[in-house]
Nanobody
């Protein structure tokens, strides 16, 4: 199994920056990809960025492209999300997730709240 723990959320003014971190433990060598999801109140959970454990292939949702950067440190089993130029509409609970087979995300963190004030 795999355990994921997020940190780094908080309250920030519009235009500010935050960096989220996700620490993975357990069967980390079986990870195929990792991603960041977010869910705002009353909305669906959306994938906003993902990266493969091997290689540098990344994905970004249009809503965050050019403002957010996903990165990883395989040696430390860490995943990061650098969020710049934050907007009030970025307010959500952010989740770290991972999958072993590349088809679905099977493991989830507990989530961290990000609130962007206008």
């Amino acid at each position: 199994q795999l355990q994921l723990v997020e940190s780094g959320g908080g309250l920030v003014q519009a235009g500010g920056s935050l960096r989220l971190s996700c620490a993975a433990s357990g069967r980390t060598s079986n990870i195929y990809f990792m991603g960041w999801f977010r869910q705002a109140p009353g909305k669906e959970q959306d994938l906003i960025a993902s990266v493969r454990r091997i290689g540098s292939s990344t994905y970004y949702a249009d809503s965050v492209k050019g403002r957010f950067t996903i990165s990883k440190d395989n040696a430390k089993n860490m995943l990061y999300l650098q969020m710049n130029s934050l907007k009030p509409e970025d307010t959500a609970v952010y989740y770290c997730a991972a999958g072993f087979d590349g088809r679905q995300y099977d493991f989830w963190g507990q989530g961290t709240q990000v609130t962007v004030s206008s």
